[in-house]
């Protein structure tokens, strides 16, 4: 999958390499644009912004420093959703734990533990037993968690993750979809520009995202 492939290009690269981003970034090259855009549920004159992802994904644990500052720099412009890719099926667990704590309203807290549990503390949470035994020991109610977890708007969000990966055409982690229909990738990024290096390679993905953004901000 093009997230393996990232991250294994990704580990092999210790030095960054400098960048100069296309002041037009070219559709095919780029990034793609699809064939049938989606709906937004973004508002008035700003953009939405979808990440796909998955919590196991080191490629995802990486691009989330530059994610998080990126979000923060385009302030109002735009609006930001994750979608957690069902990489295991219609009942991923780990889909099923960001659907849950996105339930709970503890999202903002625990998205950041999830990552740093998988990838720092070298935790596997592949299995439901695994995630709802370390959510409990990571202070989340087990009553509250379980009553989210199984509750019909968990579950049926989670049916549909499938029937959302089909429509934006994603195949791989992390992907960035902006305004339903520009499709992003930091290894499609670095490959179509030559770049080395993982610093280089967030710096260029994120100045193609902020022209995606302003060429759509500019159909609003």
Known sequence: MRSLRFALIAATMVASTAFASPADP?????????????????????????????????????????????????????????IHLPFQGPNDPEAHLFLTLEAMGKLEEFHPKVFRAIHIERKRLMTDDAIIDWAVKSGLDKAKFMEAWNSFGVTTKLRRLGQQQAAYKVSGTPTIVIDGKYVVSPGQVAEANKIQGVEATMQATAQVMDALVARAAKTK
């Open 26 to 82: 070219k559709n095919g090259v780029d990034y793609q644009t699809l064939s049938a855009p989606q709906p937004v549920q973004a508002k008035g004159k700003k953009v939405e912004v979808i990440e796909f992802f998955a919590y196991h994904c080191p490629a995802c644990n990486m691009v989330e420093p530059m994610l998080n500052g990126w979000v923060k720099k385009q302030g109002d412009n735009i609006v930001l959703r994750r």
